[in-house]
């Protein structure tokens, strides 16, 4: 048992019964789903709005006072507690889930300690769209007055803290001087105020100096290479790596401030090579670069922006044989894709405000979401797959960027159907990289008929199929029904008397369905065997896995 986890326990449960960012449930057997995605949003809430470090959920104990050990079941089988964090997660804004699911085998019984992160700063959490927070000892939505001060609790900006030391020698002159021309082709109209001012004073009105200090936004954007150790131990760099095939590293290169002149140099490593991919529209190949330069400059940009600086982490940029792979620390502000895309207005903030709106203001980013938004059209305009948001880890994001065509039958599709709007066309990406769909994108594909199958394999639909010539695809896909394989299995047994359950796999595994995995596909033929014997139409004999199948006397005519 663990003594400290313990400690926890036992000072958790000595709290007054009023304590609104812990609660006890004894959860004997099970726990309703929903019930447990609103506690975990008022907890977090709860432990905001009274600067705990974090909230508690714990499980196997009794609410009222005095609090004991009773044990609990919850979850007990496999698999157990490993999905939760996946399933809280996907209910909550921002990605946000358990810190840390604690299981103690105490004397008294099970017993589960669910830890539950505060409310970011500013944000308070949701669950499935609405804000939970506790009164005594009920749960109901938040107040106004609570969702205020949550939302008045305005995340620190480390990128506008002035740094004591440094002075104005720590810049490059540069990168001062290209973030000059930078600002004057965004701002063409103030050209010739621009000329006049000093190169102080021209940060200032950027908001890289301020009150005559330097920021760290001004040392990560404009500063000297030697000038990285002002934000020690903190870390300012990005790492470009590339691998070939295998995965394997081939070589790497670290980039440090001025990061305004660095995104330039990461570029030079990558290999953007020609690529060429045939449509039916015409005779020539159509040949374009493998990756759009806009699009890698807007990705790296936003890791820059974004970076979680905190973190002491860099920024990673891997090139493998046909994609990029952006990474950047830090939660993902929007909560979602789909939301930045549907989406009419920016983030309510960012992580790093002022290296932000400076970034901005020297045409290297919008705060609109507009830069994503183009990334997407981009590479629908391109017929490549789309962007690639890996957010699945909280404390990360990664973005790849594929440099060739996956399935030109999908392409050809694209192609034709340009009335798609992105949604959909994100949803049918994802199909095309076999990624899991929600329930709304594949309710939306349904209705269109662009897709078909059972999840999780789904599969284009035949009307998509015939306008893409992937017709023998959709029928080596969709299969056959059941009785087309136990007449297989019947004539083979009137033919041959016997089958052990290797050769009756033999002889259809080819035909089921290519959209199951070899797994599902065996499961099919135990199934459908499992059936025939129910109806009598087959029978066993033996018991072992030597057992073989043969037809009932009726069916041996």
Not at 483 to 507: H, N, P, S, W
Not at 525 to 531: A, Q, R
């Amino acid at each position: 048992m663990s003594g400290q986890l313990l400690d926890i326990l036992n000072d958790l449960m000595n709290l007054p019964s009023e304590t609104e960012w812990v609660e006890f449930k004894e959860a004997k057997t099970d726990y309703d789903s929903d019930k447990l995605g609103r506690y975990f949003s008022a907890l977090s809430n709860e432990a905001n709005l009274n600067n705990k470090e974090s909230g508690w959920l714990v499980f196997g104990i009794t609410d009222s006072l005095p609090r004991r050990v009773v044990g609990t079941n919850y979850r007990s089988t496999p698999p157990g507690l490993e999905r939760l964090k996946t399933e809280i997660q996907k209910g909550t804004n921002h990605l946000l889930t358990f810190t840390a699911i604690h299981e103690l085998n105490h004397p008294d019984g099970r017993v589960i300690l669910f830890e539950i992160p505060p409310a970011p700063r500013g944000i308070p959490t949701m669950w499935r769209g609405r804000t939970f927070g506790r009164t005594h000892e009920s749960i109901d939505l938040l107040s106004i007055a609570e969702i205020d001060r949550i939302r008045n609790n305005k995340p620190i900006d480390w990128s506008a803290e002035v740094i004591e030391n440094a002075t104005f020698e720590d810049l490059d002159q540069e990168a001062i001087a290209f973030a000059r021309d930078e600002y004057r082709n965004k701002h063409s109209q103030l050209s010739n105020e621009i000329d006049r001012w000093s190169d102080r004073e021209f940060l200032n009105r950027i908001g890289l100096i301020f009150n005559g200090g330097i920021t760290n936004a001004a040392i990560i954007l404009l500063g000297r290479s030697e000038s990285t150790h002002h934000l020690s131990p903190l870390v300012a760099q990005i790492t470009w790596i590339l691998k070939d095939a295998a995965g394997i590293e081939k070589d790497y290169a670290h980039f440090g401030p001025p990061f305004i002149l660095a995104v330039d140099q990461v570029f030079a490593r990558i290999r953007n090579l020609t690529y060429r991919y045939m449509t039916d529209e015409t005779l020539f190949p159509i040949e374009l670069s493998q990756y759009d330069p806009w699009v890698m400059r807007e990705t790296l940009h936003n890791c820059i922006a974004h970076q979680d600086y905190l973190q002491a982490a860099r920024v990673s940029v891997v090139e493998g044989e046909d994609y990029l792979l952006f990474t950047n620390r830090g939660t993902f502000i929007p909560g979602s894709i789909e939301s930045l895309i549907t989406g009419d207005r920016p983030p309510d903030y960012y992580r790093n405000q002022l290296l932000v709106e400076a970034m901005v203001k020297l045409n290297m980013i919008d705060t609109v979401g507009s830069g994503i938004k183009r990334m997407f059209r981009s590479q629908r305009e391109r017929n490549f797959p789309l962007p690639d948001y890996d957010l699945t880890d909280p404390t990360r994001v990664s973005v790849r960027i594929t440099g060739k065509v996956i399935d030109p039958r999908y392409t050809r599709m694209l192609i034709r159907h340009k009335d798609l709007d992105m949604l959909d066309v994100i949803a049918l990406d994802k199909v095309q990289k076999g990624y899991r769909l929600s329930d709304s994108e594949v309710k939306s594909l349904r209705s269109k008929k662009l897709i078909e199958g059972r999840r999780p394999n789904l599969y284009v639909s035949e009307k998509v199929a015939v306008e893409t010539d992937t017709k023998e695809d959709y029928i080596r896909k969709r299969s056959f029904d059941k009785q087309y394989f136990k007449d297989m299995v019947i004539e083979y047994l009137k033919k041959y008397g016997e089958a052990d359950r290797r050769t009756i796999e033999k002889l259809l595994l080819g035909k089921v369905s290519d959209a199951l995995t070899e797994e599902q596909k065996r499961q099919y033929i135990k199934d459908l065997l499992k059936d025939m014997r129910k109806r009598g139409i087959i029978e066993t004999i033996g018991k072992t896995r030597g057992s073989r199948w043969i037809l009932a006397s009726e069916y041996r005519l």
